[in-house]
């Protein structure tokens, strides 16, 4: 959070990968919502299948991505199971998703909270990740 | 020698095989899975096998890292990644090589299921498709018919077992007494090595 935006003003960019199209709309809306104020960093969500089903679109995921992608990078947050893995296989193809695109290991909802609100500080991309994994430190029972 | 139009042999027999056994891998996914394993395999191998009619690459490398890449794309599971890396890492391995000897092949199959372990993070015994793949690839510089052999029984092995990865291992001891899906469509896949060479 300590980081200024640079004189460019380049957002990390932020996609919500989950299995439910409404899911990863909703936690996007929610987290963007959260981060308030005039501009925030671009948040683009990749839920479900092509076809509108439960599931990982790697065709969504790689177009999320490009669509958030301002040059400094682009921080990755999924759910379950088949979204990591596809995250994961796009990312060792290497041309599918930007350069300098990081799958984040952080819980999906609070980790998305703590990354836009972070990328909209003007954060870069190793402030971001840290913050959306910090949020696996809060306990809450 | 193996070459391209071998491994093209080999995906569309593999094709052929989880069309045929669609309905059987659903079965399984159904009381430990999402009951979705047959047909997202089904839409995975078509879309390889009309990738490969179309493209028409000339080496096997080249053959499985299309197939690889298609399987990622369009299986909307996490069967995807995981057979898509398969196919690519093994294609990857395999190199530019217009023919590839048998054991080439081993030695980059090899390095496919290797790579599957490190995206899954699966080990044998966990009840996942590495159970069917390491003994199909151990029985490899034997022969196909010794990998489709040992594909088989490593997939009927997982039935006693506890899965540990993947959707599964939520139900803990109650994934007990159920075949794996994924280590019975690995055993379609190697099984249909020996449909491409008969061909």
């Known amino acids: 959070m300590s980081e200024s935006p640079d004189s460019t003003n380049q957002f990390v960019g932020i996609v919500l990968v989950s299995h439910s199209a409404a899911v990863a709309a909703s936690v996007a809306e929610l987290a963007t ?57 796009l990312l060792a193809e290497g041309d599918e998703l930007p350069a300098n695109s990081r799958l984040v290991d952080a819980p999906f909802v609070e980790g998305a909270v703590a990354a836009v609100v972070t990328a909209s500080a003007g ?19 | 020698m193996l070459d391209a139009e071998f491994f093209r042999r080999w995906m569309t027999a593999t094709a052929a095989s989880v069309d045929r056994e669609a309905e059987r891998l659903t079965a399984l996914d159904s009381p430990i899975g999402d009951a979705d394993h047959g047909s997202n395999l089904q839409r995975g191998f078509t879309a390889v096998v009309t990738a490969l009619e179309k493209e028409a690459p000339d080496t096997p490398g080249a053959v499985l890292t299309l197939a690889g890449r298609r399987l990622i794309s369009t299986v909307g599971g996490a069967s995807g990644p995981l057979y898509g890396t398969l196919l690519r890492r093994t294609g990857k391995a395999l190199g530019d090589a217009a023919e590839v000897t048998e054991e080439q092949f081993t030695d980059a199959l090899r390095a496919g299921v ?86």
């Not at chain 1, 089903?53 to 669509?67: F, K, P």
């Not at chain 1, 190793?126 to 994994?133: D, F, G, L, Q």
């Open chain 2, 114 to 199: 290797d790579a599957v372990m490190a995206l899954g993070g699966a080990a044998p015994g966990d009840k996942t498709m590495i159970d069917a793949l390491v003994p199909a690839v151990d029985a490899l510089a034997e022969s196909f018919g010794a990998a489709k052999t040992a594909a088989e029984e490593g997939a009927v092995a997982t039935t006693p077992l506890q899965a540990r990865k993947g959707r599964a291992s939520y139900l803990g001891e109650r994934s007990i007494g159920h075949q794996d899906p994924g280590a019975t469509s690995s055993s379609l896949l190697i099984g249909a090595l020996m449909e491409a060479r008969d061909e």
């Open chain 1, 123 to 141: 954060a870069d991309l190793a402030a971001v990740e840290a913050a959306a994994a910090e949020a696996y430190t809060y306990r809450k029972a």
């Open chain 1, 33 to 89: 919502g959260l981060a308030g104020g005039e501009t925030t960093a671009p948040v683009a969500a990749a839920g479900g299948t092509v076809d509108g089903g439960l599931g990982t679109s790697a065709e969504l995921i790689s177009a999320a991505a490009a669509s958030v992608d301002r040059g400094a990078g682009v921080a990755v947050l999924t759910d379950l199971g088949s979204a990591v893995l596809t995250v994961k296989a």
